[in-house]
């Protein structure tokens, strides 16, 4: 098996991962003070593709795992929030990781990406119905990222390692 083979089997099941999480957070009833806020779980998956393989293959996690949700969800409408969340978060991320790794974890590169999720989807959904407003909504949304970013961040955390590990030993074994 060739490593770019190999790869993309990694990034596929990084995109189910993202997809199967998407799918069990949308069953779950979030009591949050705030309309439409979900934990992010999904976001698990675009985090330690960043991690592990960097920002091109985090983007295209982030992307067809919004489309496919989107698509699954039955909502067209959705995929506009989904993906501006998600590309956006995910670039933050990066930017995040890359530039400032010295001064935040994995908790707090995962923090960021929430706060830009939500100010992405604020801005898409402003857009869409032409009403500054919603921008009203941020902080209360920007305050539930740093317990959602939180969250996700131990989680991904927790999980990195074994991603990594297993990711070293496929690779050390297609080198023979």
Known sequence: ??????????????????????IFENMIPVPFIAPGAKLGLAN?????TLYVFGLSDALIVAVMRSILGALMGGAASSVLYSL??????????????KYFSNYFS?????????????????????LIISNINMFTYLPILSLLSLGTGFFIG?????????????VEVSIKNLRG
Not at 84 to 97: C, H, N, P
Not at 154 to 166: M, R, T, W, Y
């Open 44 to 48: 698990i998956a675009s985090l330690l």
């Open 154 to 166: 131990l989680a991904s955390n927790a999980a990195k390692d074994v991603l990594k590990s297993s």
């Open 106 to 126: 994995m908790i707090g590169v995962s923090i960021f990406g929430a706060i830009a999720h939500n100010a992405a989807q604020v801005t898409v959904s402003s």
């Open 84 to 97: 501006s969340g998600a590309i956006a978060s995910t670039i933050v991320m990066w930017v995040v990781l």
């Open 1 to 22: 098996m060739r490593l770019n083979t190999f790869k993309l089997i990694y990034i596929s099941m990084l995109i189910c991962i993202g997809l199967v999480l998407h």
